[in-house]
């Protein structure tokens, strides 16, 4: 078999090859919530239980597509993207403790946000959705409220908050192809972290906040890097005209000529989920990078 | 893992009636055993292509994001993905097809296609047949004009891969078959799971039937009698006519072994990857194997994106960006150039045109959704095998891939070229009374 890479210990979590995305540890990293092509005409969320392999559906009722889920450190909300009519996409954000859902409807037509996360004082919800000048990362309160816009122009994607709530990192193509950069949670003092050839996508904060795991294309095909975060707090901050790059050693996790995407971090730091493609099969995948 | 007909449907006492009835009408099944008189010309022409194999992207691929970049265009007509150079010196794509660039040398690239609707039921109609509109909606598709020609001996001459006939959510495409030509010239229709196992969707009528009941014909075909003495009178003879060449020419070892992925080596089930359209396209190298002369993967059955209970097609109205990085673009760097490598290590790349292309291409200009909408005026499509040099670009759009600068390859131009390769030159066409003055690319040459 395959590693992701032989300087890092890797264990295969699943093994059915099935189209895999957006993997995220939940309950202390006890077990791992992913979207799958459960069918040609669905994708599902599931629940991987890392102890034993065992796999079950999340929301065993669902009849349509959902993905990309998100979820607070103590675990009383979390959200995702549910397909519910034509080319339309809803953000889904469900509180356990009230069992309660509130929903944030883009309005109809062809429209939908992606890429979801909530704060971890679970107070607002982040995600990306198209507007006139391209697409935005927008925040909304925990009830899908009072939506806010971060970004102004160009493609924005994947944001993630900071674990203190204080940033966010996402990509984006305002310099022309995809690279990641972090604001402020309000959207102020951009920064640019990477700056490279190609798509520089999905970053994810390490637990301590001081570094980040992307999926990157520079090399060729996707593989999942990590780089330094660290030089945010010691660096004066500088406005985006200045082009600095304030990501700082990025390493390159994976090696292989099949995909590896999807970086999420385990709580304890050390480790992280991604998903693999191996001899064409689709699985996630356990890499202790340290 | 043949599998023929659903084993565990909810018919569990027999015959479903509207099944029955569709059944009932699956001629094309005929052409498998009794097969249609082959053409004098046919017999007497070799065809440059033996078999056609046609990757339909159903729902439109973005050309300007995949083999049409245009780097140098405004932010809102490039899109956010760079350009990588290809092995043909000045052909370049984008970054999401690297295997591809890699095989450039491979096949011929045409940037100049243009249909003439915006709708994906009347474009792919066009498409298909080569209408010059939509009102020509009764023409055969390009595959049910090589069956009628070559005729058929063993396999049905004309195999459509795929979950159903192309569609949308409003409806069917009429150019998926034989139009008005009758449906004994659609295609025989299989389905392929990511798993490698394939399924004939149309005979999912019986409950209780297993792969083993294949092997014993003679048990088959009594079932099949006691299931017919419990049907409509009226459609008794059509069940003879049709389901009982169909099982029994899915019973033939010919048929068994082209349609069982199991046989294939690990490695090479491997390399096309664990996806519906990998797999499908490893079955149709299989049926090209296997003599049929003419095979249409399509890519989905339904043109959507993203909509509940569609399959992924290539319609990107939102998140065009997203769907082509994560999963459109991968699967079909990894499944097309599988295709040619083991078509080329097999040699039957020297016998077989494969040609991909969609409907239509999509909007230059960015939309309102950071997506892109349909745009018929400019596409692009691939062409490989059958003696076409690779590594060429045959038409060019212009600076915003809106409109071919050059003459436009039109659906007719499509057919007529595919038709030709098939061995349906100009004469033969005429005859057939199919794609009147249609031009051939004689630059594919």
Redesign the interface.
Known sequence: MNLPNADFKTTRLTKD???K?DPVFVRGGEEIVFTV?ET???MSLMRLKVADGSVERFHPQA???EFEAAFTPDGRYYCFVQ???????KLVIRDTKQSKDAIFDPGGG???M?RPTIAPDGSRVLFSM???A??QIYSVNIQGQDRKTLTKS??N?WPAYSPDGKQIAFGS?RD???DLYVMDADGSNVRRLTKS???D?RPAWSPDGKRLAFTS?RD???EVYVIDTVDLSLRERQPLAEREVYGANPRRITRNAE?DDFPAWHPDGKRLVMVC?R????DLYLCEVG | MLEIGSFRARLCQGMNRRAFLKAGMLSPFALGLSGLPQSTRAAEKQPRAKSVLLLWLWGAPSHIDTFDPKPNAP?EIRG???SIPTRTPGMRFT?LL?KLAARSDRFALIRSNKNFHSGHLEAGTLGLTGAADDKDAGLPNFGSIVARHRGAAGLPPFIAVG?GMPRD?VGMMKGYGGGNWGKVYDPFLVNC???GAVDVPALKILDGLTPDHLNDRRRLLDELDSVRRKGDQADQAKWDDTCKRAYALLTTPEARKALDLSREEE?T????????F?QSCLLARRLVEARVPYVQVNWSQYV?????????GW?T???N??ML???HC?ILD?VFSTLLDDLHQRGLLETTLVVVLGEFGRTPK?N????RDHWPNCYFSIWAGAGIQGGRVIGESDKIGGDPLTEPVTPNTVGSTILDFAGLDTQARAELRVLPGGRVIHELA
Request: charged residues 25%; proline residues 6%.
């Open positions: 090859g099935r189209q995305f092509l040609p005409t669905q009849t349509t597509t397909s519910r009519s034509n080319l339309n996409l062809f429209a939908g992606r198209a507007d006139a391209g697409q160009a493609l994607h193509s022309g192809d995809f050839p190609g798509i996508m294309n060729g095909n996707y995909r493609e001899a064409g099969r689709g | 932010a956010p993905f760079s970054e690297p979950r959510v799971a990511e798993d490695k089930r491997d390399a096309y990857g664990q996806t519906s990998g959507e994106t993203m909509t509940p209970n569609c399959d992924f319609d109205h939102i998140y960006f997203e990085m994560d999963r991968p990894r960015i309102a959704q950071a997506s």
